[in-house]
């Protein structure tokens, strides 16, 4: 293709704005990789860096118009493995070995420029005509990688994002090659994926959460819908548990499953669970103004809080914005939350119970550290998940059932059971000694004010 000067090639006028703000992105990478062409690359291996593998890769595609291009991203399971159990010169051998797997690619095949975006993670771009050659490419790197004896084998993943008709950038592509590459990472059969339509929904999907929420906090489509907790014997209501709810205006009523986890993604959770905090300690805080008897409403605290330095604060300057005391709020919290930083976890633990907070384990029976966690602190209670209450026509499922209640007992710990849906699930829970229950059988989440009807009722009938 003959080249034009960048003055040329930049069109003002309105019609081409957007082809103009493509160049003025190329241009500003290009002078932040000439400004710093000693931090272009990475330092162990010289690939070049993320910032100027897209600028290379932008004006690639734009001196091609006519060509497909390909991203492959790829990330190493565990890395972390080979540095604890081969040493950190080990570690770096690798990592050198597979940058050349990766460069000789860049030294060989036109139109084609790498980079390492972090220890184990690199990307490839490249022109191509068949997508058979990504697929190859793959396979070579994979088996150089194989091929490569270490003491400790690892596990490379592949995601792959081509370019459609539509212009894209580099950077969206390598963002899509990247969540393929995720979609298979550690599976030891699946060498590579290829972002595909079903990614892109969910994708698009998550954007969305993204672009709507801060709106939907502000106009206050997000609530608190609270479901009833109950003692089976008796039937009386004992406390409720906060979930939240996003009433949104064209999707209507949306549940947490859809949204949390994308706001777990990025942070975001952290204020809706404040919001939502908010609403409960609002709400507990005109049952004592009314003058009628609390109940412990629990409030849900995502994993993301074990990195929130602030957590204890925020919450005891609720009880104290409120007066509502710190026992009518405990806390879920997942077992997930002490994967991430379980000492900081633990310490927030000890600060929250001091200042007078219940802790209930959330979801327990479905993470990894549940046993480990029971004998090294206290919970003051155990929510025990649907799971231990699905199949229970099966006597393998009753006994798990059986043996796991008796156990929490024993060990002294209240426990509550999740999910009960049937008569059956209620009369087997019952004779395991747990009395006490949240599930569809009895109610379903309901906004506060339904919840308020419910407990006015038991007041009268007191
Ligand atoms: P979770 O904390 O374990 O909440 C219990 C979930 O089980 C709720 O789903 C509830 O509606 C559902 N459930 C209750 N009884 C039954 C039953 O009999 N059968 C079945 N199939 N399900 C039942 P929901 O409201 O969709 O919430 C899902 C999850 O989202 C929650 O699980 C929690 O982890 C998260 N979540 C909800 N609200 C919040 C929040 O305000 N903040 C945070 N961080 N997470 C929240
Ligand atoms: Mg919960
Ligand atoms: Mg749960």
């Known amino acids: 293709m003959e080249h034009k000067t960048r003055e040329e090639v930049i069109d003002h006028s309105p019609q081409n704005t957007e082809k103009a ?3 003025l992105y190329l241009e500003s990478l290009r002078r932040m990789a000439e400004h710093n ?15 100027t593998f897209f600028y290379l890769s932008s004006e690639l595609m734009q ?7 390909g991203v492959i991203a790829m990330d190493i399971a565990q890395f972390k493995s080979v540095n604890e159990f081969c040493g950190r010169s080990e570690g770096d051998r690798m990592l050198k070995y597979i940058a050349d797997c990766f ?11 790498v980079c390492q975006v972090r220890a184990d993670n690199f990307c490839l771009f490249t022109a191509f005509e068949e997508e058979q050659e990504l697929v190859d490419i793959v396979q070579d790197i994979r088996a150089k990688i194989d091929e490569f004896s270490f003491a400790y084998r690892v596990l490379p993943s592949f995601g792959i994002c081509t370019s459609e ?31 595909d339509d079903e990614m892109r929904k969910q994708m698009l999907r998550e954007k969305q959460v993204e672009n709507d929420i801060v709106a939907a906090l502000k106009n206050g489509e997000l609530t608190a819908f609270i479901q009833p907790k109950v003692n089976m014997r008796t039937g009386r209501i004992i406390g409720g548990e906060a979930l939240v709810r996003w009433r949104h205006p064209e999707r209507g009523l949306i549940s947490p499953g859809v949204f949390v986890p994308v706001l777990e993604k990025n942070g975001f959770i952290i204020n809706v669970d404040r919001y939502i905090w908010e609403q409960i300690f609002s709400y507990l805080s ?38 509502v005391p710190a026992e ?8 997930s939350a002490f994967l991430e930083d379980e000492a900081g976890m633990f310490q927030r633990m000890k600060k929250l119970r001091d200042r007078g907070f219940k802790i209930a384990m959330d979801d327990f029976g479905t993470g990894y550290s549940t046993m480990y966690m029971l004998k090294s602190q206290n919970m003051d209670e155990v929510k025990m998940d649907r799971i231990f ?13 059986k043996y796991t209640t008796a156990m929490l007992l024993a060990l002294g710990s209240k426990i509550i059971m999740e999910g009960i849906e049937t008569e059956e699930q209620k009369k087997l829970v019952l004779e395991c000694g747990c009395e006490n229950a949240q599930g569809f059988l009895f109610y379903k989440p309901m906004p506060i004010e339904e919840f308020d009807e419910l407990l006015r009722k038991q007041e009268e009938a007191q």
């Open 37 to 51: 062409k000693e931090a272009s690359r990475y330092p162990l291996t010289g690939l070049y860096n993320m910032r």
């Open 165 to 195: 008709k539509e212009q894209t950038s580099v950077s969206y592509m390598k963002d899509c090659a990247t969540i393929a590459m995720q979609s298979i990472k550690g599976k030891f059969f699946a060498e590579y994926a290829f972002f």
């Open 328 to 335: 009518y709020a405990p806390l879920e919290l997942t077992e």
């Open 21 to 23: 703000s493509g160049e």
């Open 389 to 401: 209450i699905l199949d229970l026509e099966d006597e393998k499922s009753q006994i798990v059932l």
């Open 286 to 323: 005109r049952l004592k103004q009314e003058g009628r008897p609390l109940v412990p409403i629990s409030i849900n605290v995502s994993r993301v809080h074990a990195y929130d330095k602030h957590l204890c604060d925020t919450l005891v300057e609720l009880t104290e914005k409120y007066d």
């Open 103 to 113: 460069r000789y690619y860049e030294d060989n095949r036109p139109k084609t420029c």
């Open 63 to 69: 001196q091609n118009p006519k060509s497909s291009f």
